[in-house]
């Protein structure tokens, strides 16, 4: 039995990048009888970006709302806000003391967003911290992310690494899995898609909001008659991920035909979106219309998920000599 986990932060409505990245692998490992699943909300990680409380309480419910619209199933599975299980802030603590400060200050992410951010807090250079203790407090064995994140796993695998070296095999070092076919899903605009960038599809909209960041995708200003090159265009790059052989097959003649324009291909994919998602849609919107429902779930979540983590705490506190 594997026990997969992952965590997607409340900073907004989880848009197609996070859905194919990270919440559809995740659950199409946790379909797999063989494994069982912890889901969580990193609603503490997205306090590094976030101070409003309507925001962070309404984006918790968003990215709840997404997983349990997409077939998450409660009961095989471990559902939970990270914030319900304050075991994890004591585990980052210990964690902390076996992270060497150039790991943190070389990090990728926190370079690219202390570069950006209107301020630059502590939370956001000890952020890995926090996720390794969100791994390793569950005993993870698999973590499904985005390839963005491979960088943050590892940095999990070299602290859990650390502690065991000094401590004997106290946590269990996860496996990052990467799916290999999504990687990193293009935003409208051709650079990774992220909630930061504002670049993002978002296909729990309605359809007039979704064609509107549909007819936003940027492309070159071939007129309709030229040949295209499928290989460079944003459009064909998400209808590529949503279409099947067939229909991939049939979009990439057209573009190299000529005579076929980007609008085109753009109504292409705004209907295949709204086709392949149009469950999701109704599913998800019924949930955000009954926020007592998601809380009960998470309820339910949160008590499996503090019974798993005081197990491991223990281990950890008797192993540092803090019992
Ligand atoms: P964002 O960049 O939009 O803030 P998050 O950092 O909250 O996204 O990511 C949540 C999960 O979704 C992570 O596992 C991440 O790797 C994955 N993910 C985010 N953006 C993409 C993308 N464009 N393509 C593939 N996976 C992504
Ligand atoms: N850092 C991840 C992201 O931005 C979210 C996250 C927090 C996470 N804790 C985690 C992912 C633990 C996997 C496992 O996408």
């Known amino acids: ?73 409660t ?12 075991e994890v802030c004591e585990l980052m603590w210990y964690l902390n003391c076996f992270t060497p400060f150039p790991m943190l200050a070389n990090a990728h992410s926190f370079k690219d967003k202390s570069e950006t951010a209107a301020s630059v807090n502590a939370g956001l250079f000890t952020y890995p911290v926090l996720m390794a203790g969100d791994i390793l407090l569950y005993d993870a064995d698999q973590v499904p992310v985005g390839k963005d994140q491979r960088q943050h796993l590892e940095m999990t695998r070299d602290i859990a690494g650390s502690f065991n070296h000094q401590y004997g095999d106290v946590l269990v070092v996860p496996e990052g899995s990467y799916d290999e076919r999504v990687m990193i899903v ?83 994919l705004l209907e295949i979106l709204i086709e392949t998602y149009a469950e999701q849609r109704a599913a998800y919107n019924s949930w955000m219309n009954d926020l007592g429902a998601l809380d009960a779930e998470l309820a339910i979540g949160a008590e499996k998920a ?18």
């Open 306 to 323: 503090r019974l798993v983590g005081a197990e491991t705490l223990g281990r950890v506190r008797g192993a540092l000599g803090l019992d």
């Open 75 to 86: 009961k095989k599975n471990t559902f939970y806000r990270q914030s319900d299980v304050p």
């Open 1 to 73: 039995m594997a026990r997969i986990l992952t965590g997607i932060q409340a900073t907004g409505t989880p848009h197609l990048g996070n859905i194919l990245g990270a919440l559809v692998p995740g659950l199409n490992l946790a379909a797999d009888e063989h494994n069982e699943a912890f889901f969580f909300i990193a609603n503490l990680h997205s306090l590094t970006a976030l101070n409003d409380p309507d925001i962070v309480r309404h984006n918790t419910y968003s990215v709840a709302a997404a997983w349990l619209a997409f077939g998450l199933d």
């Open 186 to 268: 293009p935003g409208t605009d051709g650079r990774k898609m992220s909630k930061s960038y504002h670049n993002y599809i978002n296909i729990f909209l309605e359809e007039k909001a979704l064609k509107k960041q549909v007819m936003s995708i940027v492309t070159d200003s071939l007129p309709l008659e030229a040949p295209k090159d499928p290989d460079t265009c944003n459009v064909f790059a998400l209808y590529k991920l949503l279409g099947s052989t067939d229909q991939v097959a049939d979009m990439r003649a057209k573009y190299v035909a000529g005579g076929f324009g980007y609008g085109h291909a753009k109504t292409a």
